[in-house]
């Protein structure tokens, strides 16, 4: 396959940025799209060039490093996929590919396609703890949770906090985000006595660290490689006001 990339390079978060062309002539389709930027930037490296800067870690769609818009959607064309996991069999032969960053206030960028996804942690670390009880192991039923609840819960725990959803919205909102965090708990019986406490200072640290409100534009669900359902906003919502009419 012969490709032409349109990549945005950039210093660092001070520099100007702009988009810079460059050709792939050899990329077979059994290829990853990072392990096609690894040939291109073993290319420009050969040459005397800098190579591009990205985002990568385990490359098998968990840890949630890696980012990339591609053609201008979060992770690319394949629904359900992270950017690790997208194959250049998706594209064809002669395709022109503009690959960015993502783009959001609270996700400023370091260099070239990488970008400071830090506000994610802050947000995690506002929920703070879970109690649990010290001492001897339970018994594996020793709390009962019943399949719904517990299906509930592990739907909202498959984010792997990439930061798409934030990236495609329009409002650059990570309610999704933070939904997911909220729902995994809230369906447990083990996370109630946070509750409201963990909602209320996810959604101050959220909208402190800059990112937009929730608009109900449904782009975030769009994209989420792991497809969570933005049922988990209208529950940060609902557990929201709970936790204000309790005073929390």
């Known amino acids: 396959m012969k490709l032409k990339l349109h990549v945005w390079r950039q210093k660092d978060g001070n520099s100007p940025g702009q988009m810079v062309t460059y050709d792939a002539p050899d990329v077979s389709p059994d290829m990853s799209f990072l392990e096609m930027l690894d040939e291109v930037n073993e ?4 040459k005397g ?3 591009i800067a990205f985002d990568h870690d385990c490359r098998e769609g968990i840890c949630g490093m890696c980012s990339l818009m591609i053609n201008g959607e979060a992770h690319g064309p394949e629904r359900g996929t992270t950017t690790c996991q997208l194959h250049m069999r998706k594209f064809k032969s002669g395709d022109e590919i503009t690959i960015e960053p993502w783009r959001a206030h609270a996700f400023p960028i370091i260099k070239d396609l990488v970008t400071n996804r830090g506000a994610f942690d802050r947000i995690v ?8 009880r010290t001492g001897g192991t339970p018994d594996g039923n020793a709390i ?3 399949k719904e609840e517990a299906d509930l819960s592990m739907d909202a725990a498959a984010c792997i906090g990439c930061g798409a959803c934030a990236a495609a919205c329009p409002n650059a909102s990570a309610m999704l985000f933070v939904g997911a965090l909220v729902s995994k708990f809230k369906h447990l019986p083990q996370g109630q006595a946070e509750r409201d406490r963990r909602v209320s200072n996810m959604v101050a640290q959220h909208d402190a660290e800059g990112f937009g409100n929730c608009r109900n534009v449904r782009e975030c669900e769009a994209v989420c490689p792991k497809e969570i359902s933005i049922r988990v906003i209208a529950e940060t919502y609902r557990d929201y006001a709970r936790a204000k009419l309790h005073g929390k």
């Open 49 to 51: 060039e800098e190579p």
């Open 43 to 46: 290319g420009l490296i050969a």
């Open 144 to 146: 009962p949770i019943s």
């Open 125 to 132: 670390a506002a929920g703070g703890f879970v109690s649990v």
